[in-house]
């Protein structure tokens, strides 16, 4: 049974920093590449940032460049996402999603998402 856990999202104020999480089992998480999608109230979801399966490239999206990081540790399946210089527009559920394909065209297996709240 696939599963992807995201953990570590919460309240913060502007200009805080949090580290999301996402523990994946029950497929080969090493062979896939990986992403954050976001999806702010009221709001469709939004490609946040791309791993490929080896680490060894990312993309992201412009309005987190600079400020988010992508990183994956294939010995404990887990993909993390470093949030610094957090901003109000940051607010949103996030989502750890798996594909098989690099570059990624669908993916193949989601998480339930993480609650993010940047507010003063």
């Known amino acids: 049974q696939v599963q992807l856990v995201e953990s570590g999202g919460g309240l913060v104020q502007p200009g805080d920093s949090l580290r999301l999480s996402c523990a994946a089992s029950?497929?080969?998480?090493?062979?896939?590449?990986m992403g954050w999608v976001r999806q702010a109230p009221g709001k469709g979801l939004e490609w946040v940032s791309i791993?490929?399966?080896?680490?060894?490239?990312?993309t992201y999206a412009d309005s987190v460049k600079g400020r988010f990081t992508i990183s994956r540790d294939n010995a404990k399946n887990t993909l993390y996402l470093q949030m610094n210089s957090l901003k109000p527009e940051d607010t949103a559920v996030y989502y750890c999603a798996a594909s098989g394909d690099y570059p990624i065209n669908e993916y193949d297996y989601w998480g339930q998402g993480t609650q993010v709240t940047v507010s003063s």
């Open positions: 029950g497929f080969t998480f090493s062979t896939y590449a």
């Open positions: 791993i490929n399966s080896g680490g060894g490239n990312t």
